[in-house]
């Protein structure tokens, strides 16, 4: 597996992740079948794509990624979606992890560039 298909495959499964959470949050504590099915099924995707990017990216720069843009996006989900508020510290945190995820990938000798 190439380098790209590792990212593509981090991609999908960080995207699967993002409307797995959005589900989750719907779900109404797993009230609703129909989004808590979705949450179950998008987690179950979302890890296994996560499992193919393994086997080139190395654990901990793959769940960096995985959990920091995870979180970038579905805070802005939450925002345009649910109406989430976001202070400027939480923006401020928002703006850290997106700068530690471009370090990682642009600076770190861990990622075979």
């Not at 939450?78 to 989430?84: D, F, L, T």
Request: with cysteine; net charge positive; aromatic share 12%.
């Amino acid at each position: 597996m190439s380098l790209n298909q590792a990212y593509l495959y981090l991609a999908l499964a960080i995207v699967s992740e993002v409307i797995g959470t959005t589900a989750l949050k719907a779900s109404d504590s797993f009230t609703r079948p129909l989004p808590s099915l979705v949450t179950v099924g998008c987690y179950a995707l979302s890890f296994y794509l996560l499992s193919f990017s393994l086997r080139v990216l190395p654990t901990g720069i793959a769940y960096a990624i995985w959990s920091g843009v995870g979180i970038i996006l579905i805070s802005l989900v939450s925002w345009a979606v649910y109406k989430q508020a976001l202070d400027f510290a939480a923006i401020a945190g928002l703006a850290l992890i997106v700068a530690g995820v471009a370090v990682i990938n642009l600076f770190s000798k861990s990622v075979g560039h």
